[in-house]
């Protein structure tokens, strides 16, 4: 087993001029990521106690609204972010052991992922669109549902749409230390960005596995 690089005693190129050396960047960094992290899990946890409270409340209408959702297209949208998830931490290691090729390419499969997500739910979306299920009042579908309805794709679409959020911002932050690691910024002594993109993207994945049961499954 490998044992964490000792950088204490220089200071590489790209470390900010404030920190005395890399490590000190590094654990302050992932503090500041970790207490992001929580502000993300209290925005999420809002929405969560949101559907839990419908729910209990308008049981029916949960149900006739998931119906109306394609839970093969949240499995493979499942599937495709839990292989992003690993990909992505597989890059970090091996910028941890100065593989940048492999490193670079696996950035770039985490990328193709995501953006396999979004073209997923977009598809989703022009669905409901074109049956007339939106939001709130905008709730226009022709078919069998509940009067209340409207409520389920309320938080249904306020859920995966801060979602989809995050996964475009996700994106454009991976792209970024990608373009850093084909540069040659990051090495076995100097990492942390991509360390803290890589978490950020952890949340994403592990938001998701949250919203799939609860929103496609739970019929």
């Not at 204490?8 to 890399?22: E, G, L, M, Q, Y």
């Not at 654990?27 to 929580?38: A, Q, T, Y």
């Not at 770039?108 to 939001?135: A, D, R, S, W």
């Not at 794709?153 to 989809?164: L, R």
């Amino acid at each position: 087993m490998s044992s964490k690089v000792d950088t204490s005693k220089f200071i590489p190129r790209f470390v900010s001029h404030h920190f005395s050396n890399a490590d000190q960047e590094f654990d302050s960094c992932k503090l500041g990521m970790w207490l992001f992290l929580l502000t993300e899990f209290m925005l999420f946890g809002g929405i969560f106690v949101a559907y839990v409270v419908f729910r209990t409340w308008y049981p029916e209408t949960f149900e006739s609204g998931a119906e109306k959702l394609d839970w093969k297209m949240g499995a493979v949208n499942t599937v495709i972010l839990i292989t992003s998830s690993v990909t992505m931490a597989v890059a970090i290691r091996d910028v941890q052991l100065n593989k940048k090729g492999r490193a670079l390419a696996l950035m770039l499969i985490t990328v193709l992922c995501g953006m396999g997500f979004l073209v997923v739910k977009y598809f989703e979306y022009h669905h409901k669109f074109e049956l007339g299920i939106f939001p709130g009042g905008f709730f226009s579908f022709m078919g069998d549902h509940m009067s209340n309805e409207h409520l389920y794709f309320s938080i249904y679409f306020m859920a995966t749409a801060t979602h989809v959020l995050h996964v475009i911002l996700g994106l454009i932050a991976i792209l970024w230390v990608s373009w850093r690691t084909a540069k040659g910024e990051f090495y076995e002594a100097y990492y942390t960005p991509v360390e803290m993109v890589g978490l950020y993207w952890h949340l994403v994945d592990l938001i998701w596995i949250f919203l799939f049961p609860l929103l496609y499954l739970t019929k």
